[in-house]
């Protein structure tokens, strides 16, 4: 009993949580055409994410990258096929580790502190003083921290791709003593056009949703400082979770 | 100026207004009195449409508050301050950068003209000084101050302050009150003031109310209040002489 009632109370808050962060970023969006526009913040919030999260985000491609290529070598060693490896890691790496990666290291770094920043402006009544000012608060918060991500986690994905398909070269070349000429002509037959635009519009899609994630979760956030601090743990859980789960959903759609 | 007709809100259940009715003279202080957790923050936040009554209205230039929507909000809210109790400063901003705020989103001014109505605004709060300090870098009676003149920047006719003076010396007590009295005549203000502290109250008011138990107790100028046979108000105006 006690445990279906906790079930059914946990599934309640899924559904209402669901539904409010969809009008959020509904609102977001519907605010982003109305004046004034915020160019200055936009800039502000693109390199806040960029700066934040570059750094992670080269590391984590860059070991990826070489850890893929170490074990994809050793599951083809057996059949001989070693000449493909380039070609495997690149299409991992652009197609799948790139953009989810990327999207959970920004997430962790930057998806964190906007979740803290706006739920501290939340308790302290800072988001209250902007609608007594007159000003949106969604519109000033929101709008250009949802535009910002559209644009950066791409961007950190295709610096990210690059890095890591880098360490896989060097891997490859170095370590395994790979033939780098068969190794890059292999690449550029396998990887097409396609696997690199779903990477990429992956990336947008989880670009929106974990900064409207973060953004509601610091938003709604209440009961003081420590409101913000479990407000922030939920918005990383969500986030995370929610780009795994929606990768899968559109690797099969696009693939 | 502003009257409030059987507003009534609760949370979770809780009944915190239980149909308030209060009419604030126009160019006058009002103090609104009552003890802690009363809902003396809950009444003057259904003023300006921060928090919606389940019942009652709001009058003010002849508009039914409560029913305006968010867009017709934002005009009023133009014209009534709201002091918060801790000042709601924005942190990632100067002093400075805080009182231009309003200015930048609601007039067209020059840098120049920004730059000036700042320090006359600053210098008004005897802040001017601190211009290019950080709220975290600011003493609470600071942050009020400060806060103050953010507001003030608006040019509202009506502003309402949260606790202005709570959790500060009773010296700073008076000089905030003093320059909130100095501005309500350089700008001719319509003041809201919630305080606790009756000796503030009996010296800075014009009118005074007092929320107890959901509802307006007793209202009226200083005069009546103190001759006041409700033993509620006779035990506040007491606890105070001790
Ligand atoms: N947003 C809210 N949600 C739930 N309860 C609230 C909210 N705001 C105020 N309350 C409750 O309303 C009561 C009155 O609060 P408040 O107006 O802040 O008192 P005070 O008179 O000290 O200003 C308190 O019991 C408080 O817990
Ligand atoms: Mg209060």
């Known amino acids: ?255 | 100026m502003i009257e409030i007709k059987g507003l009534r809100k609760s949370f979770n259940g809780l009944e915190v207004l239980k149909g308030v009715n209060l009419t604030i003279p126009a160019d006058k202080i009002t103090f609104i009195m009552g003890q802690s957790g009363t809902g003396k923050s809950v009444l003057i936040k259904h003023i300006v449409g921060l928090i919606k009554p389940d019942s009652g209205e709001i009058w003010f230039e002849g508009k039914d508050l409560t029913k305006l929507s968010e867009r017709e909000l934002q005009k009023v809210r133009r014209k009534i301050g709201f002091l918060f109790q801790e000042g709601a400063l924005f942190d990632s901003m100067t002093v400075g950068e805080n009182v231009a705020f309003p200015l930048i989103e609601h007039f067209k001014l020059s840098k120049k003209e920004i730059a000036e109505k700042v320090r006359e605004l600053l210098s008004a709060v005897e802040l001017l000084e601190f211009k290019d300090k950080y709220p975290s870098e600011l003493s609470g009676g600071m942050k009020k101050r400060a806060a103050l003149a953010r507001t003030l920047a608006l040019q509202p006719q009506v502003v309402l302050f949260d606790e202005p003076t709570t959790g500060l010396d009773p010296i700073l007590q008076i000089t905030i009150l003093d320059l909130i009295k100095g501005l309500k005549e350089r700008y001719h203000l319509t003041c809201v003031i919630i305080s606790h502290d009756v000796t503030l109250a009996f010296k800075f008011a014009d009118y005074i109310a007092f929320l107890h138990q959901g509802i307006i107790l007793k209202e009226g100028t200083p005069e009546e209040i103190k001759e006041s046979s409700d033993p509620f108000v006779q035990k506040f105006i007491k606890s105070a002489l001790i």
């Open chain 1, 1 to 255: 009993m006690n445990f279906f009632a906790l079930l059914g109370r946990a599934f309640l808050k899924f559904i209402y949580d669901s539904g409010g962060i969809f009008l959020f970023f509904f609102k977001t969006l519907f605010y982003t055409f109305s004046p004034p526009y915020r160019i200055k913040l936009f800039i502000k919030q693109m390199e806040f994410i960029g700066v934040k999260s570059w750094l992670v985000v080269s590391l984590t491609a860059l070991f990826s990258g070489m850890v893929t290529a170490y074990q994809v070598n050793h599951a083809l060693a057996k059949f001989g096929g070693q000449s493909v490896l380039g070609g495997v890691v690149a299409l991992t790496l652009t197609r799948e580790l790139g953009p989810v990666l990327t999207a959970i290291m920004v997430v962790a770094r930057a998806g964190s502190a906007i979740t803290a920043e706006i739920g501290s402006m939340r308790i302290t009544e800072q988001i209250d003083a902007l609608k007594i000012m007159a000003v949106n608060p969604i519109q000033y918060l929101m709008v250009p921290r949802l535009w910002a991500s559209v644009i950066v986690v791409p961007l950190l994905t295709g610096m990210a791709d690059i890095i890591g398909i880098a360490g896989g070269y060097g891997v490859a070349v170095f370590l395994l003593n790979i033939d780098p000429g068969i190794l890059l002509a292999r690449m550029e037959d396998m990887v097409e056009l396609i696997d690199i635009l779903s990477g990429i519009l992956k990336s947008i899609f989880f670009g929106a949703f974990l900064v409207t994630v973060c953004g509601y979760k610091g938003y709604n956030a209440s009961g003081g400082a420590e409101g913000v601090g479990r407000a922030t743990t939920e918005a990383v859980v969500i986030s995370s979770v929610g780009i795994l789960i929606s990768d899968y959903i559109l690797t099969t759609i696009f693939f």
